[in-house]
């Protein structure tokens, strides 16, 4: 499993080390959009249940 990941994690991360200057200087709006999508995600999930009944306590 490890020797199909390797070449995977330099691919990704090789676009990210070019764009490094980038993702520092907007290091603050990057967090708080992942931050605020995965709160949303989570309410919605929640807010989901709530109307299909799907776990029923």
Known sequence: MNSLLEP?????????YKQR?????HLFPILG????GAI???LSVGILD???GLFIH
Do not use: Q, Y
């Open 8 to 16: 995977e994690v330099v691919t990704l991360s090789f676009p990210l």
């Open 21 to 25: 200057h980038f993702l520092m200087n």
């Open 33 to 36: 959009g992942v931050l605020i």
């Open 40 to 42: 949303s995600e989570m």
């Open 50 to 52: 709530k109307l299909v």
